[in-house]
């Protein structure tokens, strides 16, 4: 990653965190053990984020590292197909590319197997290589609680939300809880409210919620993460919509849009990269969570993630059906 200078542009959105090949059945219905063929995906949240805000329209760059090896290089490949810029991806020889495989049981069975060790590259990621001219101009900043989960990426994404304060814009952090990178939720939770303090929007849903709040119902959530210091709570609830509360007092209850699903892990990502995309525009909080919530099921209506991500036509004609 480049050294802490001015840089030549600066981004609608940035993102901070994981990226990997996902490797998803080509079998629906079928174990694992089972499956025959796989489909090659760039995936990886962060990384699917920006390529959601990019297919809307967004310019958008994502701030990770890869393994220095082909699965590393087809990951730089994709992102550029996207139109996400990925200067601020590097390589770490001691690590290899993460690999991610999952079973695809519709409507609600999707487990994952993440191939992250001995360690994630994504989790390389040093404060002193940080662009922090970049993480400052960015107007949406967005980072992960899986940055949180290891040194020295945890200090560089602490780093990158203080450096950036939230004057400089709209910093969003999506909760992101997946339990096998933790001990458990109580070593996460100090670690959550750091970055909470530091950040505009949180989103997440109701598990990730809970690990960052200690309570569970949807309107308890939204308060919480407020008195934790964002002015934005989205609460993602599956199949009872999103719940969204502005600390002005605005509130949006918005139910999903049904659709058939076919592997429902990209969903979340869609959502987030049409929330940037919503708050970019300055639209008001409903519209935003309609909006999310379309694109989310878009893809929870397709087999990939960051393949699958939408068009601003597409959501704005499942919108129209609607």
């Not at 297919?55 to 290089?73: K, S, Y």
Request: proline letters at 7%; hydrophobic letters at 45%.
């Amino acid at each position: 990653m480049p050294e802490s200078t001015e840089s030549a542009e600066s981004f609608d959105l940035i993102t901070m965190g994981r990226i990997g090949v996902d490797l998803y059945p080509l079998q629906t219905g079928v174990p694992l053990a089972r499956v025959e063929s796989f489909g090659k995906f760039l995936g990886g949240s962060a990384s699917n984020v920006a390529v959601a805000a990019a297919r809307l329209g967004n310019t958008a760059a994502v701030i990770t590292r890869t393994g220095d090896d082909p699965f590393g290089v087809f990951l730089h490949e994709a992102l550029k197909e996207f139109g996400v810029d990925d200067r601020f991806v590097t390589p770490v020889a001691a690590h290899p590319t993460p690999i991610t495989f999952c079973e695809i049981f519709p409507p609600d069975d999707f487990p994952l197997y993440f191939y992250r060790r001995p360690k994630a590259p994504d989790l390389e990621i040093h404060t002193d290589e940080l662009d922090f001219f970049a993480v400052r101009a960015a107007r949406v900043f967005w980072i992960t609680g899986t940055g949180l989960s290891e040194e020295p990426s945890r200090s560089a994404t602490i780093a990158a939300l203080k450096a950036r304060d939230k004057a400089a814009g709209t910093t969003v952090f999506d909760l992101d809880w997946r339990p096998m990178f933790w001990r458990d939720p109580e070593t996460a939770r100090p670690y959550y409210a750091e970055a909470l303090r530091h950040s505009t929007v949180a989103v997440g849903n109701l598990d990730e919620c809970e690990v960052a709040t200690g309570v569970r119902e949807p309107r308890a959530c939204a308060e919480a993460l407020l008195e934790a210091g964002v002015e934005l709570a989205v609460v993602k609830q599956g199949p009872k919509g999103v719940l969204a509360v502005h600390r002005d007092g605005t509130v949006a209850e918005v139910p999903p849009v049904p659709v058939e699903v076919v592997n429902g892990l990209g969903a979340g990502d869609a959502f987030g990269g049409s929330l940037c995309h919503g708050l970019l525009r300055g639209w008001d909080l409903e519209r935003i969570m309609r909006y999310a919530n379309a694109a989310g099921a878009l893809v929870a209506s397709r087999l990939a993630c960051s393949s699958a991500m939408p068009t601003a036509g597409e959501v704005e004609e499942l919108l129209g059906a609607g």
